[in-house]
């Protein structure tokens, strides 16, 4: 059987989820492998209705209210920037699965905006298959920002991700910073990560590592 190299950079990082997403198909094979993609840089400008539609739920907002921003990788050519993520080995079927869960389809483009499958090269020269969205560099959604519920996915790759790429994911604004909600949600362990004051305080994640002058 012929498998296909996925490189997820973006909440697919969470296998749980990737297990939700393709693993009726056929049984998910683990574990995925770490990986870096150079040349590019990771961005969160790739607008989600789904995603945004929950939160505005589960803030008190109408619906339509906001827009969130979900993980896009955009070249930049320099080979000093690398953005890291994981390799999947997936059957045909369970790719198949994952462009409709990316909203993407081979006969029907219609979306500009939409994630596109493409092939990459990875850092050790292997080719893989990932999702990306063509985002023009003056477009609005440049400045989209992700939530908090949407980076916890992230975390979960901790044990394949370098410190400090997996650090930036714990002190990184996130839509809840900037945007109070109407109906204040109840507090939980995952939702202490990001809190106004002390970020990444007792998640059960692995912290920062302390800078040289701190005590």
């Given at each position: 059987?012929?498998?296909?190299?996925?490189?997820?950079?973006?909440?697919?990082?969470?296998?749980?989820?990737?297990?939700?997403?393709?693993?009726?198909?056929?049984?998910?094979?683990?574990?995925?492998?770490?990986a870096?993609?150079?040349?590019?840089?990771?961005?969160?400008?790739?607008?989600?209705?789904?995603?945004?539609?929950?939160?505005?739920?589960?803030?008190?907002?109408?619906?339509?209210?906001?827009?969130?921003?979900?993980?896009?990788?955009?070249?930049?050519?320099?080979?000093?920037?690398?953005?890291?993520?994981?390799?999947?080995?997936?059957?045909?079927?369970?790719?198949?699965?994952?462009?409709?869960?990316?909203?993407?389809?081979?006969?029907?483009n219609?979306?500009?905006?939409?994630?596109?499958?493409?092939?990459?090269?990875?850092?050790?020269?292997?080719?893989?298959?990932?999702?990306?969205?063509?985002?023009?560099?003056?477009?609005?959604?440049?400045?989209?920002?992700?939530?908090?519920?949407?980076?916890?996915?992230f975390?979960?790759?901790?044990?394949?991700?370098?410190?400090?790429?997996?650090?930036?994911?714990?002190?990184?604004?996130?839509?809840?910073?900037?945007?109070?909600?109407?109906?204040?949600?109840?507090?939980?362990?995952?939702?202490?990560?990001?809190s106004?004051?002390?970020?990444?305080?007792?998640?059960?994640?692995?912290?920062?590592a302390?800078?040289?002058n701190?005590p």
């Amino acid at each position: 059987m012929t498998m296909n190299r996925y490189f997820a950079y973006g909440s697919n990082m969470n296998q749980e989820q990737m297990k939700k997403r393709v693993g009726e198909i056929a049984p998910l094979q683990l574990p995925p492998t770490s990986a870096k993609l150079r040349g590019y840089k990771l961005a969160f400008n790739k607008y989600t209705q789904n995603r945004s539609k929950e939160y505005d739920a589960k803030m008190g907002y109408p619906q339509g209210s906001t827009r969130v921003g979900a993980a896009n990788v955009i070249v930049s050519g320099n080979p000093k920037d690398v953005v890291e993520g994981i390799v999947y080995l997936l059957t045909d079927a369970q790719l198949k699965q994952l462009d409709k869960d990316e909203g993407f389809s081979s006969l029907n483009n219609g979306n500009p905006k939409g994630y596109k499958r493409k092939k990459i090269y990875l850092a050790d020269g292997t080719q893989a298959e990932t999702y990306i969205a063509s985002i023009p560099e003056n477009d609005p959604d440049q400045k989209l920002l992700p939530t908090r519920d949407y980076i916890l996915n992230f975390l979960e790759a901790r044990h394949l991700l370098s410190d400090q790429y997996y650090n930036k994911f714990l002190t990184m604004q996130v839509l809840e910073d900037i945007r109070a909600p109407i109906v204040k949600p109840k507090i939980t362990h995952e939702n202490l990560l990001f809190s106004d004051n002390k970020k990444s305080l007792n998640t059960g994640y692995p912290q920062p590592a302390p800078k040289p002058n701190q005590p």
